[in-house]
């Protein structure tokens, strides 16, 4: 079996340790990994799967030997080592929002667009969290009727916003139930005992930059240049896991009972979807695992064509590492 140097930038953050705990369930061959980080990290050492690992400083030399770059940083930080990645022969796949929109760069969801990957140019781009949770929801529906629009509205967890998102949730719980005064930082607002209908800035008429991925990302992994996306992006107090309430209008009209054939069959979902039992997608449930929960599957009452469905999926694993190390997985069936 042949065996792949890979490199993780941006190794002790969230996403980049959670990149290494999937890369070792599901037995990535892994020649040499390389943990790269910023110089405050440096020198720390890690243990995976069965190997101690001292991480290293993230320059453009240290992706000498690499076959595929596993990137968990920030635009910033994606845009400055990205052409020393391709520069050095490996495949970099970026989980950050540099790349994702440029026409050159593969945006891939392994069970959408898995094609996609063969035609990188040393770049591969991972997609938004909330975009690759709705999507896999979905997809299945678009494959017995073009999706024509989306209508969505997301309820996304703390950690979402980094570690110090669920450290500020608790910390703000901790002191209402004292009576004392809380200042948030990581959010714009108190978020325990809250919601803000604010992620990230003002992008296009009122919307956010967080809300237009869905379009401008879905248009472009769906190879459906026209879908047309409404969405409302919610911050709530839930530690892990994404959850989005979704109107889908199809070109024809697609039944509950087909929709629900169709979702329960697709990969890396699972039909969960009992009113009357009180089984539905929730966050607790979909956390720390990789399939997408999908349930209230229910016809549309405004649009005739349309179909309301909820889904939930874990979005450090499914939306951010997960996705990333099954992109690097088809690269080694290439």
């Not at 390389?34 to 240290?62: F, H, K, T």
């Not at 063969?118 to 591969?124: A, C, E, V, Y």
């Not at 999507?135 to 989306?150: G, R, V």
């Not at 009180?278 to 405004?302: A, C, H, N």
């Amino acid at each position: 079996m042949k065996l792949y140097n890979v490199a993780i930038l941006g190794a002790t953050g969230a996403v980049g340790q959670e990149m290494m705990k999937i890369l070792a369930e599901r037995n990535f061959p892994v020649g040499k990994l390389r943990l790269l980080a910023s110089a405050r990290s440096v020198g720390q050492m890690v243990e995976w799967n069965g190997r101690r690992i001292c991480v290293e400083l993230a320059c453009d030399e240290a992706f000498e030997g690499m076959d595929i770059v596993l990137g968990a940083a920030e635009n910033d930080i994606a845009e400055r080592f990205a052409p020393a990645i391709v520069k050095a022969g490996a495949v970099f796949v970026d989980n950050s929002s540099a790349f994702r929109l440029d026409p050159d760069v593969p945006l891939v969801v392994p069970e959408i667009n898995p094609d996609d990957v063969r035609n990188h140019k040393g770049i591969i781009s991972n997609p938004n969290c909330t975009t690759i949770i709705s999507l896999t929801a979905i997809n299945a529906l678009n494959t017995d009727s073009p999706i024509e629009s989306i209508v969505a509205s997301s309820y996304q967890a703390v950690s979402g916003a980094g570690a110090a998102g669920p450290v500020e949730l608790m910390e703000q719980v901790e002191k209402l139930g004292r009576g004392e005064q809380v200042e948030p930082k990581v959010f714009q607002h108190q978020i325990a005992f809250n919601v803000i209908p604010q992620i990230g800035g003002e992008a296009y008429a009122g919307y956010t930059s967080e809300e237009m991925k869905l379009q401008n990302e879905g248009r472009k992994i769906m190879h459906l240049p026209e879908l047309k996306v409404s969405c409302t992006c919610v911050r709530v107090p839930v530690v892990r896991s994404h959850s989005v309430s979704i109107v889908v209008r199809t070109k024809e009209k697609i039944s509950v009972q087909r929709a629900r054939e169709l979702i329960a069959q697709a990969p890396g979902c699972r039909l969960v979807d009992d009113l009357a039992a009180k089984s539905y997608p929730m966050p607790l449930d979909t956390s720390d695992q990789d399939l997408v929960f999908v349930g209230r599957i229910r016809e549309d009452l405004v649009d005739e064509k349309g179909l309301n469905i909820w889904c939930c999926g874990d979005q450090v694993r499914k939306g951010a590492a997960t996705n990333a190390v099954q992109i690097a997985l088809l690269l080694t069936q290439i």
